[in-house]
């Protein structure tokens, strides 16, 4: 079974995903409304760079355009950056 399968599996058919990027998958955020699935920002990039050829700002600039941008609904999924908290972490 995958990831989309098995997160499926315990939130439901509900759930929306980013073609793709199941490997940047960190989980699924919660809340009144919705399930969503969670997407890290720099996993998704570093799959631009390796996989497609992008630079990596390229393929910022094209996640941020044809993907963060995009709302498909209540089940859009959430994108965030994982790693800005390590960076703040170690400037303090």
């Known amino acids: 079974m995958n990831i989309r399968e098995e ?36 996993k998704m990039i570093n799959i631009c760079v390796q ?3 992008m630079e990596h700002s390229e393929a910022l600039e094209w996640l941020e355009f044809n993907t963060f941008g995009a709302y498909v609904g209540k089940n859009t999924p959430i994108y965030f950056d994982d790693e800005i908290l390590t960076l703040l972490k170690k400037e303090a």
Do not use: N
Request: with cysteine.
């Open 7 to 42: 997160l499926v599996e315990l939130w439901g058919e509900d759930l929306l995903f980013a073609d793709g990027y199941d490997s940047a998958i960190t989980g699924v955020c919660v809340g009144f409304d919705s399930e969503r699935v969670a997407y890290s920002i720099p």
């Open 51 to 53: 996989e497609v050829g």
